[in-house]
């Protein structure tokens, strides 16, 4: 029996301890029932941001303080893909945050404000 993408899914709760890069932070995950994930590496799904060296390093460094901006030390909702790492150990989520009465993705906002692209891994 194939699955649906929705369970495939695992959302949630999160407060962002650190943010490494445009695309990856580091997170204390609430897993539920009293039991915490802390200090876990998560990597924005589908985008890519600018490295912090080399060529792109203005560019890398302004990627990673606009996501600081919108989600260092603060509460968010992580959408893990099938709850697996990637090759580098960390978590692939879409992270959302609340705001102006709504859920906003800030993968897609990273992209829509020009911090990062969509990219397929």
Known sequence: MKKS???LLYHYKAKVTKVYDGDTLTADIDLGMSIFAIGE????HRIDAPELKGRTKKKGITSRNFL???VDQKEIIIETI???KE???RYLAEVWIWQEKKYINV???LVEKGFAIYKSY
């Open 5 to 7: 993408i929705q369970q």
């Open 41 to 44: 590496k998560i990597r924005l």
């Open 68 to 70: 600081k901006l919108m």
């Open 82 to 84: 099938r709850d697996k």
């Open 87 to 89: 090759k580098y150990g």
């Open 107 to 109: 993968n897609d906002l």
